[in-house]
């Protein structure tokens, strides 16, 4: 059963533009989600999370917007840059006090087209 | 510091036989948790080790079992392997008592079990 989902595989971009990265969940009691990126032969890297109990959380070009009532949280990177070119993926912990054990979205490849 | 590392990079198994794979940690760090990607699929947690202690398991059968060691570093031993455990294994280490967003991944081992 994946709780955390992310529906498209692949994302393509113009630099400059806004890509927009979605992520569905189906659990009501997860109250902590993460995004991360993964370039090839290299591990998923932290970029940013959310807590429940805000709706948006920014840091530099990244924005993750949290809609609690849909079970669904996107990244915006704007303006996106060819270095941004990874798979993401969205994340969350099943719960207070279970450590790291976080259940991942399927990811999605974006390209962004200098 | 460094950072967390795994091996070995690749591996190449058949049918039946085992494997053990091998992740040191990130200094500092007394956690361990392993993941399984298949292609195209997101992280799927396998177990956590704190402490030398299995500290919480995801929905993987018994023939997936760990190690943890005093100096935190860890083994992920797989018997009996079919085709199906063909994928990446990503180890990440963190602080039991640090942030949730302070997980870092290894590159991943590529195992292929034909």
Known sequence: DQQV?????????????????NCDYTNSMFD???????YPAEGPTFLISI???????????????????????????VPSQPGDSAVYFCAA?????????????????????? | ETGVTQSPTHLI?????????????????????????????GPQFIFQYYREEENGRGNFPPRFSGLQFPNYSSELNVNAL????????????SLATGEMNEQ?????????VL
């Open chain 2, 13 to 41: 198994k058949t049918r039946g036989q085992q494997v053990t794979l091998r992740c040191s940690s990130q200094s500092g760090h007394n956690t361990v948790s392993w993941y399984q990607q298949a292609l195209g699929q």
């Open chain 1, 93 to 114: 912990p099943p719960g207070m006090n279970t450590g790291n054990q976080f259940y991942f979205g399927t990811g999605t490849s974006l390209t962004v087209i200098p």
């Open chain 2, 82 to 93: 079919e085709l199906d455990d063909s994928a990446l294994y990503l180890c990440a280490s």
């Open chain 1, 5 to 21: 989902k992310q529906n498209s595989p692949s994302l393509s971009v113009q630099e400059g533009r806004i890509s927009i990265l």
């Open chain 1, 32 to 38: 902590y989600f993460l995004w991360y990126k993964k």
């Open chain 2, 104 to 112: 870092f991944f290894g590159p991943g081992t590529r195992l292929t």
């Open chain 1, 51 to 77: 807590s429940s109990i805000k709706d948006k959380n920014e840091d530099g070009r990244f924005t993750v917007f949290l809609n609690k009532s849909a079970k669904h949280l996107s990244l915006h990177i």
